[in-house]
């Protein structure tokens, strides 16, 4: 396999001189790749959300894990083709494109320690706080994991599908157009979390007394905190060069949630000092924020980055 600096070199992806395809063309396949994501939820009896049948229901989980899954596949497809076709790469170079090939094991840890540095604050909440780590030790999670539709479709199924057609598909037809890398980390995503906009009419469709301008409210918020996110997964994609480590984080953030930012932090027995696990907790999550922010490029480093650093202007 050619190396990855001498294939940037030749093809050179951020210069307006030798672009295999324009920033619209690949601002519309990503488009149409996330229409074929969740269009056909409302195509089909089984997958199409209503008042009486919930997107959490197993039946209908189901049905869309097989409909993701075959349009992830197409669009992985497609864009392997365009890797291969229109930018002329070879198959190995192609698969590290996509993030496919390194499988990126040392990338992925060191990312999902990253990641973990964020979440500080709810780790300690969740393990030390919590009793968590007894649920761990008896091997709970894994089980609710494998036995809970629910769980699976918010830990792997979803998180796996969205990484295949967000970065995998999507992040490499902009790396071969003519937009800077630093535009491509916080412009793709924004497709990303207007993927997850159509939410707003299923909430609607299960919660019609909540009042329009609420509901609003919270689809708004949705989007941000999506596109927030998939700027973080595209940065951690084109660093690592890995789907791998897009993923693992991906499966993570989703597994933990939103940190409490503000009120009393105490144990759901009462036993305990509340004062003492609301420092503890609040100290944890702003030192974590800065330690996260300190290694963010030291954790994110490696050789198989799908760019040189050079392209971030650093």
Known sequence: MVAFSEMFHRLNPWSKDSNPISTTTA??????????????????????????????????????????????FCCCLSTFFILQYVADLSVPDALHYLGFWPLG?????????????????????????????KDWVKGYPVKELWGDMLTWRNIVAGPLTEE????????????????????????SPIIFGLAH????????????RVPVFAALLRSVFQFSFTTLFGAYATFVFIRTGSLLAAF???????????????????????????????????????????????????????GNGLVPRSAFGR
């Open 27 to 72: 601002s519309l396949l990503l488009v149409f790749y996330a229409l074929s994501y969740f269009l056909p939820f409302y195509l089909s009896p089984l997958t199409r959300p209503s008042p009486t049948l919930s997107r959490d229901n197993p039946s209908v989980i189901r049905a869309r894990i097989r409909s993701v899954c075959i349009s992830c």
């Open 105 to 133: 094991l040392t990338e992925s840890a060191r990312a999902l320690g990253l990641t973990a540095l964020l979440f500080a604050g709810p780790l300690f909440l969740y393990l030390v706080v919590d009793d968590g780590w």
């Open 164 to 187: 295949l057609l967000f970065r995998t598909s999507s992040v490499p037809l902009f790396l071969l157009s003519p937009l800077p890398v630093s535009r491509i980390i916080f412009y």
């Open 197 to 208: 906009v159509h939410h707003f009419y299923e909430f609607r469709l299960q919660n019609p």
């Open 248 to 302: 693992a984080v991906h499966a993570f953030c989703n597994g933990m949630g939103l940190p409490k930012v503000w009120g009393r932090v105490e144990r759901l027995d009462g036993r305990g000092s509340g004062l003492v696990w609301t420092v503890g907790y609040y100290t944890l999550l702003v030192g974590g924020a800065v330690g996260f922010w300190k290694e963010l490029w030291a954790l994110t480093e490696g």
